[in-house]
């Protein structure tokens, strides 16, 4: 459903915000959305010509709070990745994650910072592949997806939310989203024979600082969201974040992966992928620079390199969710259902081969 409330407007307002950046990049000569040329199909016998070099590169980012909040904490990567690449990077920031797939599918972008979701659809429809993904240390705590309550609101137990889904007003994200949506679906809400899409008395679908924001203001009274974005939530919105409480967390979650364009040249991938992993290793003033960066993408220890398997996870996942909600849907008969379960171990055999073969 369509949300009338002050939240609705800020998501408007949001997108009108992306446009005139949009104007304003064109303006200042950085195309937001350049093009990569490819060569023209070769005549039959002869020899295929070669790419071209690449020129420049559009990088997708996940919404977080909002697109302006993305692009500045994006911003210096890219300033970084340009100047080390030595060709312009543009940023592609979108208001959903509706609008980034979209903009994947078109081949509008070239390299993205994705949930392993979107980034998993991506790799099987033979568009990206995985570079790198960001570096876990013990230190550091694992991201957990969580739900959110008010302190002080009708609904501040687990327990009462489960008893009654109906009664209460849910805010998720979107169904790419692994901790708006996908894992409190599949480790939550349907072993509870709950479906979030069509149990709760209403639903507000928008970014982790939307749905937290629609609980602290009382427009919703749950909210899906994760550790590191309500950590986020509180430095940014200290006196709202104090009205909210946690009742959930998750076992940790698939991470979300840097990929890139399957149809990059090779070396040029190589170069993308060595810009990442050393990315924040240099020592003095440069490299003190980046690991502030870093920290502000929440990627303190930097990046690692990974391939397509790194998705293995996030297939697993699926393939429980795809299983859960077959066995707890209403079927004509039973072999619809079996019918059904079939093309759920098919697919997930099919992204099973194709993500090991990177391994390889």
Not at 157 to 165: C, D, I, S, V
Not at 205 to 218: E, K, P, R
């Amino acid at each position: 459903m369509t949300s009338t409330t002050p939240l609705g407007k800020l998501r408007r307002a949001a997108a009108g915000v992306f446009a005139s950046l949009v104007v304003l990049a064109a303006f200042a000569g950085l195309p937001a959305m350049a093009q990569v040329q490819h060569g023209a199909a070769a005549a039959p016998g002869e020899k295929a010509a070669p790419p071209p070099a690449v020129r420049m590169i559009r990088f997708g980012v996940l919404p977080l709070g909002g697109t302006v909040e993305s692009r500045a904490l994006w911003t210096p990567l890219m300033t970084d990745m340009g100047r080390a690449l030595g060709m312009p990077v543009s940023m592609y920031s979108v208001p959903t994650y509706e609008e980034l797939d979209r903009a994947i599918g078109r081949d509008e972008i070239d390299m993205a910072f994705l949930s392993a979701k979107m980034a998993l659809d991506a790799v099987m429809q033979r568009r990206m592949k995985v570079l790198a993904q960001i570096a876990r240390h013990p230190s550091v705590p694992e991201h957990r997806a969580v739900l959110l309550v008010r302190k002080a609101g009708p609904l501040n137990t687990l327990e009462g939310l489960l008893a009654q889904p109906e009664k209460w007003r849910l805010a998720r994200g979107d169904s790419r989203s692994v901790t708006g949506f996908i894992v409190p679906q599949s480790q939550l809400f349907l072993p509870h024979n709950i479906e979030m899409e069509t149990r709760f008395r209403s639903e507000i679908v928008g970014t982790h600082q939307a749905t937290a924001l629609a609980v602290a203001n009382g427009d919703a009274d749950v909210a899906t969201n994760n550790t590191t974005d309500f950590e986020r939530f509180r430095q940014q919105f200290p006196v709202e974040a104090e009205r909210l409480q946690v009742v959930w967390e998750s076992e940790p979650p698939p991470g979300a992966p840097m990929v890139v364009r399957r149809d990059f040249p090779p070396e040029f991938q190589a170069r993308l992928q060595n810009f990442l992993t050393g990315y924040g290793r240099a020592k003095g003033a440069r490299g003190d620079a980046e690991r502030e960066v870093l920290k502000s993408l929440r990627a303190a220890y930097g990046y690692v390199a990974a391939d397509d398997s790194a998705l293995l996870p996030q297939a697993r996942l699926e393939h429980q969710l795809g299983r859960q909600r077959a066995m707890a849907a209403s079927w004509v008969n039973e072999a619809a259902r079996e019918q059904r379960l079939q093309r759920i171990e098919k697919t997930y055999a099919e992204q099973v081969e194709t993500l090991r073969a990177a391994a390889r």
